[in-house]
């Protein structure tokens, strides 16, 4: 199973951008679905979930009402629109697979991850 993230960049703040995260080798209808993100100096931290039914979802409180995350299981896809944009959301996001429904913030329960796509917010 392969996952490929795409779509960052570097916009302004207060702008958007939509990552996209493209499964091979497996349906993702099996998946729960998690974006992550590591700024430079710090550690991975949890960005968004969502669970191989759609039905639950999560996220960061520090993205809450800005990100959405969304999935298409008919294109092997998930996504991350991010709106109103902040200097700190500038991190690599990575997004990655697990199986489980219930830790849907814990980087350790994802298996695999995806290489990562730089996004940058200037002030």
């Known amino acids: 199973v392969q996952l490929q993230a795409s779509g960052g960049g570097l916009v302004q703040a207060g702008e958007s951008l939509r990552l996209s995260c493209v499964v091979s080798g497996r349906t993702i209808s099996v998946y729960t679905m998690g974006w992550f993100r590591q700024a430079p100096g710090k550690e991975r931290e949890f960005v968004a979930a969502l669970t191989w039914s759609g039905g639950s979802t999560a996220y960061a409180d520090s993205v809450k009402g800005r990100f959405t995350i969304s999935r298409d299981n008919a294109k092997n896809t998930v996504t991350l629109q991010m709106n109103s944009l902040k200097p700190e959301d500038t991190a690599v996001y990575y997004c990655?697979?697990?199986?489980?429904?219930?830790?849907?913030?814990?980087?350790?329960?994802?298996?695999?991850w995806g290489q990562g796509t730089q996004v940058t917010v200037s002030s």
């Open positions: 990655a697979a697990q199986y489980g429904t219930t830790w849907l913030d814990k980087s350790s329960e994802y298996e695999p």
